[in-house]
């Protein structure tokens, strides 16, 4: 029997997302978990993967076109079997050329100009990835330009990028003399908003404006995982190296089991705790950050949370993440500690009601026994919900979230 395949909901607060490609077309055949097309939401281009195995029967809806979520967008069943026609879908504004246009006609000057070179890019018959498409929006770099050097002259990222890189090394330079240089000035530059920027944005104008947010900072004695670090790595690959960050993500998971009312959300008067412990992961992409979701993080062992975080990551920063990579999250992390960063807060990612900012793991001299030594400390931060939890409970929280950092032998039984 034919199965209907639906427009996925990616994220509490994703409506609608915009079909980018089809990979399989009609007549074709397809397994269950194969890429069937492309999407684009506010967070990333996401791989849409078939939920069943057959022959591709009908695409319901063109490329380009903007899909609310759980709307029908295919059809799998058996070869020869007669499917009834689905009428195409109508969001209002489906097409990506109408989406510009409608925003062009309310804008000003120089934003109508960015909006053509989007739809430039969007619609030009050229093969391009989608990070490279949405660079190429970005940059406003016009697509039938660009020499791709991917798999059958597929425009990639590197392509755009270098692109870009050769542009600002051909610009002509001020350097006649001072008085041109003190007369010369730089003009203003206006760009539009990615969709991923206008998603943080919104989202954290609402955690903001509606979360109470209270902060908990700790300290943590980190010579002992630094150490555990170094000798759990001499015996993996590199490509299978430990980081700081995954010790820091199990050692949260196993504490959020004892505190479940960090591991929650709340609806109206009630606070629904997590069965699961999923720890989200932010991470920076072009544009902006995406979350992607280590499932179960409490269960897994370090080279499990390590390798599904580098993958993740890796999509993520491609533009190919799948939705289960960024759905789910029960708690969040942010960190920053690759930057040289002493202390940072971070916000709520909604409908959570935690997330912890971690700073970098830094060898510092302490006072240990009235002696002057040098050893490893690392600050973070916890941002809860007021409404849910108070500073006491936050507290101890990082409490045994140090017991585990400052022993992680316990994290390894």
């Known amino acids: 029997m034919a199965e209907t395949i ?20 009609v007549g074709e055949n397809i397994n269950k978990g194969d890429v069937l097309a492309e999407i684009e939401t506010d967070k ?8 069943a195995s057959g022959v591709v029967l009908q695409l319901i809806v063109d490329q380009g076109t903007m899909v609310p979520v759980n709307a029908p967008i295919a059809i799998v069943g058996k070869a020869g079997e007669v499917v009834s026609d689905q009428s195409p879908v109508d969001s209002g504004q489906s097409k990506v050329e109408s989406q510009k246009s409608d ?3 309310q804008s000003a000057s120089i934003v109508d100009s960015a909006s053509q070179a989007v739809a430039s890019a969007d619609s030009a018959p050229v093969k391009a990835s989608p990070l490279a498409k949405k660079i190429a929006r970005d940059q406003k770099v016009d697509l039938s330009k660009v020499q791709g050097t991917g798999p059958g002259g597929r425009i990639v990222r ?12 051909a610009s002509p330079l001020v350097t006649s003399s001072l008085a041109d240089q003190q007369t010369s ?19 954290l104008v609402e955690s903001k404006t509606t979360i109470p947010h209270f902060y908990v900072t700790h300290e943590f004695k980190m010579d002992a995982l630094m150490d555990m670090r170094k000798q759990v790595n001499a015996y993996l690959p590199d490509a299978e190296k430990v980081s700081v960050n995954d010790f820091v993500l199990k050692g949260v998971a196993l504490s959020l089991r004892q505190f479940p009312n960090l591991n929650a959300t709340i609806k109206g008067n009630e606070i629904i705790q997590f069965g699961q412990v999923n720890v989200g992961v932010a991470v920076t992409v072009p544009g902006g950050l995406m979350t992607v979701v280590v499932k179960d993080t409490d269960q897994k062992t370090l080279r499990q949370i390590s390798g599904e975080v580098k993958a993740m990551a890796a999509r993520a920063r491609e533009g190919k993440v799948k939705p289960e990579d960024v759905d789910g999250s029960t708690f969040s992390t942010s960190n920053l500690g690759m930057y040289d960063v002493e202390d940072f807060i971070a916000i709520i990612n909604p409908p959570e009601v935690g997330i912890l900012a971690i700073a970098s793991a830094r060898e510092i001299p302490v006072v240990e026994n009235g002696q002057v030594k ?36 316990r994290m390894l039984v």
């Open 185 to 203: 000035r730089l003009t203003d530059k206006t760009t539009s908003t990615t969709k991923l920027r206008q998603a943080i944005g919104r989202r």
């Open 374 to 409: 040098a050893g490893w400390r690392m600050k973070a931060t916890i941002s809860v919900d007021h409404r849910v939890s108070d500073g006491a409970e936050a507290a101890q929280f990082m409490q045994l979230l140090a017991g585990f950092l400052e022993n992680p032998v």
């Open 6 to 25: 639906s427009m996925p909901k990616l994220g509490f607060d994703m409506a609608e997302g915009l079909l980018v490609r089809w990979v399989r077309q």
């Open 44 to 51: 990333a281009t996401v791989e849409v993967e078939s939920s």
């Open 158 to 169: 590197k392509d755009i990028e270098n692109l870009v890189a050769s542009q600002l090394v």
């Open 103 to 105: 925003a062009a006609a």
